[in-house]
C-alpha cells in the first residue's frame, strides 16, 4: 500500500506481468473497493493466510471468494467490471409484463392446484418461459407498481375458468378488425361525489393544504363512456344507476353513432347488467331487424370474470382522475359534468387531427397504453375510485 514492495518481487506464475502493474496502479490511484479487490488477489499469490487478509481488509471470506475467482477465471479486466445490479429487472418492461400477465391468470391454467399464486410456484412457472426474476425483484415489481400480494386475491388474479378462452376470443377479434368494424371497451366511473378531493399539489414552504374529513358532498355522478379502438374516440353520458337499462342505452346510443359500421363488438366486465338475460334478448331483437333497417349487428366480448383489469377504459378513466377529479373543488354537480365533457372533448379532438389506435400513445397520464394485453393494470389503485 505505501509503494515500498519492490515490484520485481511480485511474480504470477503464468500470468502477464502488465496485470501485475494495474494492480499496483489500482492499489495507488483508485477508490477503496478496487484497492481492496487488488490487495486481496496480490496477498493471496504471495501466500498470506486468508484470516490475515480478511482482518486487515475488514471482509469476510464470502467477499474475498468473489474477489478471486474473477481473476483466476478471467484477467484483470474480470475482477474490477462493474457488476450487474439485479434491481436493474425493475426497468425491464418484459420482465414486468411477464409478471403481472401470469400474476392474471389462474394458477390452474399452469397445472397448479390452487386457487391464488403461491410465490415458489410463481417463481419456478416464470423462470420455464424463461425470466429469471427472483422473489424479491417480484416483490419490487408489483410493489412499485402500487400493488400489495394480499391483494391478490381480489384485485390481480381471475378466478374465471374461461379465462384463457375469453382472452383468446377477444385477440382474435382485434387481430381481424376491419375498417367497417368497431371495437368497444365499455365500462362506468361512480358513483362519486361532488366535493373537495385531495392529491399532490405543489405548496410554498410552511404551508400545507388541507381537506376537511367530512364534508357536505354537493351530489354524486355516475359516467358511462365507451372506448372505440380503432379511432381512439370516447363517447360517454351520465347515468341515474347502474343497471340494465343504462347498458342498452349504450347499445343503442353505439347503434346510432357508429351507424356506417356493419357490426359492433361490446366488451365490458361481468358485472350482472352486463350480462343479463334482458340485455341479451335486446341484443337479439336488435340483431333479427339490423338488416333491414340498415343498422350494425351487435355482437358481446365479455372480459373474464374478476379481470377489470383488462378492461382499457379503466385506464381512462385513471387519466381523467388525474387530471380532473383529484384537487378538485367543483361549485355543482354541472361543473364537474362541464369539465369531464371538456376532458372527453379534447381527448376526441386530439386523435380526430393525429389519428391513432387505441396502443402506445394514448392521453395525459393515463395508467396503461390503451391495448388489449394480458399484462395491463389498468385500474389505477393510486388514482382510480
Excluded at 46 to 56: D, E, H, K, P, T
Aim: with cysteine.
Amino acid at each position: 500500500m505505501q509503494g515500498l514492495l519492490p515490484v520485481s518481487s511480485i511474480s504470477f506464475e503464468g500470468r502477464d506481468p502488465g496485470e501485475i502493474g494495474e494492480l499496483l496502479r489500482r492499489i495507488r490511484e483508485c477508490r477503496l473497493a478496487d484497492r481492496n479487490k487488488a490487495l486481496a488477489v496480490i496477498a493471496r499469490r504471495q501466500g498470506i493466510l486468508s484470516r490475515i487478509i480478511c482482518r486487515f481488509l475488514g471482509i469476510d471470506r464470502k467477499s474475498l471468494r468473489r474477489y478471486l475467482r474473477p481473476f483466476d477465471q478471467g484477467s484483470t479486466a474480470a475482477l474490477f467490471s462493474r457488476q450487474v445490479d439485479p434491481s436493474r429487472d425493475l426497468t425491464n418492461a418484459s420482465t414486468k409484463q411477464a409478471v403481472f400477465a401470469l400474476l392474471h391468470e389462474p394458477p390452474a391454467n399452469r397445472g397448479i392446484n390452487r386457487t391464488t399464486w403461491k410465490m415458489a410456484d410463481f417463481v419456478r412457472v416464470l423462470r420455464s418461459q424463461g425470466y429469471s426474476a427472483c422473489p424479491q425483484v417480484i416483490r419490487r415489481i408489483t410493489k412499485a407498481a402500487g400493488y400489495r400480494w394480499r391483494k391478490a386475491r381480489t384485485v390481480l388474479t381471475s378466478k374465471d375458468p374461461a379465462y384463457t378462452q375469453k382472452l383468446t376470443h377477444i385477440r382474435s377479434i382485434l387481430s381481424q378488425l376491419s375498417a367497417e368494424e368497431a371495437f368497444f371497451s365499455i365500462d362506468e366511473f361512480g358513483p362519486f361525489a361532488v366535493k373537495t378531493t385531495g392529491g399532490r399539489s405543489l405548496m410554498p414552504p410552511g404551508e400545507q393544504r388541507v381537506v376537511p374529513q367530512w364534508q357536505r358532498s354537493k351530489g354524486s355522478l355516475i359516467l358511462t363512456a365507451a372506448l372505440e379502438r380503432s379511432t381512439n374516440q370516447v363517447t360517454h353520458f351520465y347515468s341515474r344507476a347502474k343497471n340494465t337499462a343504462e347498458m342498452i342505452r349504450t347499445m343503442d346510443l353505439l347503434v346510432e353513432r357508429y351507424a356506417h359500421c356493419r357490426k359492433l363488438y361490446l366488451s365490458w366486465d361481468a358485472a350482472s347488467w352486463h350480462i343479463s338475460r334482458r340485455l341479451g334478448e335486446h341484443i337479439e331483437e336488435h340483431n333479427a331487424t339490423a338488416g333491414s333497417k340498415c343498422r350494425p349487428l351487435v355482437e358481446t366480448a365479455p372480459l373474464p370474470a374478476g379481470a377489470q383489469f383488462l378492461n382499457v377504459i379503466e385506464s381512462v378513466f385513471s387519466g381523467m382522475a388525474r387530471a380532473i377529479i383529484h384537487n378538485s373543488d367543483y361549485g355543482s354537480i354541472d361543473a364537474a359534468k362541464a369539465s369531464i365533457n371538456r376532458y372527453y372533448e379534447e381527448r376526441n379532438l386530439h386523435f380526430q387531427q393525429h389519428p391513432r389506435r387505441a396502443g402506445k400513445k394514448i392521453w395525459g397520464k393515463e395508467r396503461e397504453c390503451a391495448v388489449f394485453n394480458e399484462g395491463n393494470n389498468c385500474k389505477d389503485p393510486y388514482y382510480y375510485r
